[in-house]
């Protein structure tokens, strides 16, 4: 089970952190992910973090996101930063049983119920 939370409203060029907790099963050998789904969008990848810790940023957050894992914990988190209208969203977290980086939405099996982030301009 996956849990997002930490959204909300927030004037453009604000910072923002999103979490995600797992509970249920350890996630520490899959891959972790930050997708998100704008109205009328299709569902796409924001950030991913692969079991080893390497991660991967859609080229419209880098620089300005950074995603981060507590395997311990079994948490995962999303720090926004320059935030933009065009990160308006709602934001899920995702994992699947592969420990590499995956960046279709359809790989992934576990999904948290999304928490949404407005951006005013």
């Known amino acids: 089970l996956l849990q997002a939370f930490g959204g909300g409203l927030v004037q453009a060029g604000g910072s923002l952190r999103l979490s995600c907790a797992a509970s249920?099963?350890?996630?520490?050998?899959?891959?972790m992910s930050w997708f998100r789904q704008a109205p009328g969008n299709k569902r796409e990848l924001v950030a991913g973090?692969?079991?080893?810790?390497?991660?991967n940023y859609a080229d419209s957050v880098k620089g300005r996101f950074t995603a981060s894992r507590d395997n311990a914990k079994n948490t995962l988190t999303l720090q926004m930063s320059s935030l933009k209208p065009e990160d308006t969203a709602v934001y899920y977290c995702?994992?699947?049983?592969?420990?590499?980086?995956?960046?279709?939405?359809?790989?992934?099996?576990?999904w948290g119920q999304g928490t949404e982030l407005t951006v005013s301009s």
């Open positions: 995702a994992s699947s049983r592969s420990p590499r980086m995956l960046y279709s939405s359809t790989l992934y099996e576990y």
């Open positions: 973090i692969t079991s080893a810790g390497n991660t």
């Open positions: 249920g099963r350890s996630f520490s050998g899959h891959i």
